[in-house]
């Protein structure tokens, strides 16, 4: 039976899907031993797939996936390497004991919930713009915040070209020389609510994402990880519209 050969790339735990992609426009995958193209189709019992001249192996059927949540600390990138040399989170997860790849992104100033997996169909529905499944952040603002600058945070926006949708906004506390926001996207640009407060002449003095819908980091340390609990893959799945495997 034949597959997209970055989904069969991505489900075989090498890498993500986007990433498969960019491997395979750099003409870095083979199939056969012939240069492989974006949209092309494989028989994963059939064909040889190969990164680098590095044979790509189907996942056994008896080999389960991996789901974890990382409290991701500001000062890292969320990327498995980076050519500037910064720190990555695949530093972090390095003995979760398989090579898991970042679901989204948390940029390098932000810190907070970070979904990694090596199931590459739930990382592509996860990340795609129609899964709908909210992200929820505490953002504190330099200094209080006005009616006026809540209801802008509150108003449609448009960022990079792109009208976004209305991100519901809320004040959680309020002290001397900061405001603390709810903020919960249910769509997420890229640096989408540093975009919004620049916008705005808010000042970010920091930026944590709290919850993926119904999942919360409870009491994960900063730099730490824990594997996700079957009821909330579960969860995850039915948000995306996968059928749980």
């Not at 050969?5 to 995958?29: P, T, Y």
């Not at 945070?153 to 603390?180: C, H, N, Q």
Request: net charge positive; with cysteine; proline share 4%.
């Amino acid at each position: 039976m034949q597959e997209r050969l970055q989904k069969f790339i991505s489900d075989s735990g090498v890498m993500s899907r986007r990433a498969a992609e960019r491997e395979i426009m750099a003409g870095r995958v083979t199939v056969n031993g012939v240069p492989a193209v974006i949209g092309q189709k494989v028989d994963p019992a059939k064909d040889h797939v190969a990164i680098n001249g590095k044979p790509v192996q189907p996942r056994r059927a008896a080999v389960g996936y991996t789901y974890i949540m990382l409290n991701k600390p500001a000062g890292y990138v969320t990327t498995m390497s980076d050519d500037k040399g910064r720190r990555c989170v695949a530093e972090l997860v390095e003995d979760v004991g398989c090579r898991v790849y970042p679901v989204g992104r948390l940029d390098y100033d932000s810190e907070g919930l970070l979904l990694l997996t090596d199931d590459g169909e739930l990382t592509n529905r996860l990340t795609h713009p129609s899964h709908g499944i909210a992200k929820i952040y505490h953002v504190k603002i330099r200094g209080e915040i006005t009616p006026g600058e809540l209801a802008a945070l509150r108003a449609p926006m448009t960022i990079d070209g792109y009208e976004i949708k209305p991100v519901s906004t809320e004040i959680v506390k309020r002290a001397e020389g900061f405001t603390t926001l709810r903020m919960e996207l249910s769509e997420g640009r890229n640096r989408q609510i540093r975009k919004m407060c620049e916008q705005c002449e808010l000042e970010v003095l920091k930026l944590r994402r709290i919850a993926v819908g119904e999942l919360t980091l409870g009491d994960i340390r900063p730099g730490k990880w824990r594997h996700l609990t079957r009821s909330q893959v579960k969860y995850l799945k039915r948000a995306c519209g996968m059928e749980d495997r």
